[in-house]
């Protein structure tokens, strides 16, 4: 049973770095899938912030693309997040998944997030 | 504003059947396939219907999906109170090279 967790500060100062671990069990990053990031501000709805391939390959949100940083660990099987000048509109729960990502046919993309983490709550504030 | 566009909440008595709208484009669900995902309150997304209509094992039957040209549905039959959640419809958009999400629909039970 493929199970993700999410560790870091639960409060970061404005101007700061966010910082994120997701440790996977029951399944070896290096065997494939995308590793992705999600965050949900209180009250609204989903925002993929990235993601990253076993290969070490990244995808980034053009909105967040500059300030991130998504980067894999194979030997302790962890994946983080680094996200940089935070400012209070990126308080959210961060969540970590697993992705599936390919076409079977050329052009015609499937992306869905098939195992996630249960989240965990970051607040930007000084 | 999301990319993808459903409404804000749908509601129906138990043992009812429901059905969520997700409205798009030809960038994104048109030429894509659509994932739904239910999100109980207080907890993680969960995955329930993936490639427009396929689910995972697990997934009851009363779960389903289907897609006509930019836009996707999920159906839900057999209504129960522990299907009250926000629920999700997800794809790749080609042109701006994201998953987007929709806004979420909140569905009651009553």
């Known amino acids: ?126 | 504003q999301s990319v993808l566009t459903q409404p804000p909440s749908v509601s129906a008595a138990p043992g009812q059947k429901v059905t969520i709208s997700c409205s798009g484009s030809s960038s994104n669900i048109g030429n894509n396939y659509v994932s739904w995902y239910q999100q109980l309150p207080g907890t993680a997304p969960k995955l329930l219907i993936y490639d427009n209509n396929k689910r995972p094992s697990g997934i009851p039957d009363r779960f389903s999906g289907s897609k006509s040209g930019t836009s996707a549905t999920l159906g839900i039959t057999g209504l129960q109170t522990g299907d009250e959640a926000d629920y999700y419809c997800g794809t790749w958009d080609s042109s701006l090279s994201v998953l987007v999400f929709g806004g979420g629909t909140k569905l009651t039970v009553l």
């Open chain 1, 1 to 126: 049973q493929v199970q993700l967790q999410e560790s870091g500060p639960g409060l970061v100062k404005p101007s700061e770095t966010l910082s994120l671990t997701c440790a996977v069990s029951g399944y070896s990053i290096s065997s494939g899938y995308y590793w992705g990031w999600i965050r949900q501000p209180p009250g609204k709805g989903l925002e993929w912030i990235g993601s990253i391939y076993h290969s070490g390959s990244t995808y980034y949100n053009p909105s967040l693309k500059s300030r991130v940083t998504i980067s894999v660990d194979t030997s302790k099987n962890q994946f983080s997040l680094k996200l940089s000048s935070v400012t209070a509109a990126d308080t959210a729960v961060y969540y970590c998944a697993r992705g599936d990502y390919g076409d079977y046919v050329l052009g015609h993309y499937y992306y869905y997030m098939d195992v996630w983490g249960k989240g965990t709550t970051v607040t930007v504030s000084s």
